[in-house]
């Protein structure tokens, strides 16, 4: 179809054209939407991870600089932590399974516990787990020197 007087000719999508768009674009959605969850899952898990080695380290570093015992708690039915001096508890995603392995002096029930550092840098040790489908991290505490260690499964 052309204009009178114009050389150029004006385009457009027909039905037909418009219909297989539409009928591509939900086959590619129907296909990449469920392989979503796990990618989430999985950045979750690595985010809480990076979270709770950096809380841990922050309460070493709040012991070393007040000179006096600090703690992390944690949650590990209700999925949160809490570390000490502050009231706020920090959520961590439902999807992780956790696990905390600590003294058994630092247990306050069945399903939270405590990691205690010492004016020294030092702490009472311990290891947290965390798995989220086949993926677990853990980060260890080191009871003589209070190193955060944090590694892959």
């Known amino acids: 179809m052309s204009r009178a007087g114009s050389s150029r000719a004006i385009r457009g999508f027909t039905l037909m054209e418009m219909m297989l768009v539409l009928a591509l674009a939900t086959a590619l959605v129907t296909l990449v939407v469920p392989n979503l969850g796990p990618l989430i899952t999985r950045a979750q898990l690595y985010s809480a991870a990076r979270d709770i ?6 309460v070493r570093g709040q012991a070393l600089v007040q000179g006096r015992s600090t703690e992390f708690e944690l949650a ?28 058994e002096t630092e247990t306050v029930d069945e399903g939270t516990g405590r990691i205690r550092f010492f004016p020294d840098g030092s702490s009472t040790g311990g290891r947290v787990v965390l798995q989220a489908n086949a993926i677990k991290r853990q980060i260890t505490v080191n009871w003589l020197t209070g190193e955060v260690l944090l590694r892959e499964e």
């Open 76 to 103: 590990v039915r209700d999925h949160w932590y809490r570390i000490s001096g502050r009231k706020k508890s920090y959520p961590l995603p439902a999807a992780i399974e956790l696990g905390l392995y600590t003294a």
């Open 53 to 58: 080695a950096s809380a841990l380290r922050y």
